[in-house]
């Protein structure tokens, strides 16, 4: 798969991810609270993390860990 084809998928996933916040968004709007506003309101934050993510992921500016930082972590969590 080529990057143009990634990038695609990636943008109309992350479009229908914000379409869904919104209208579940709106749909709590109307309803008074309860739990399925609360429900609603818990779907939206879920496909706006999702959003997010894949925003980071097609960015041209992701760059992978650096060996170093990943060596000092990985010897803090060991106790050494």
Known sequence: MNTNTTDSIFTADRKRLIEEALEARERALWLTPGPERDRLIRQARHCETGAQGL?????????????GRLKRINERSDGT
């Open 55 to 67: 925003r980071w992921a097609e960015s041209s500016d992701l760059q992978p860990p650096r060996r």
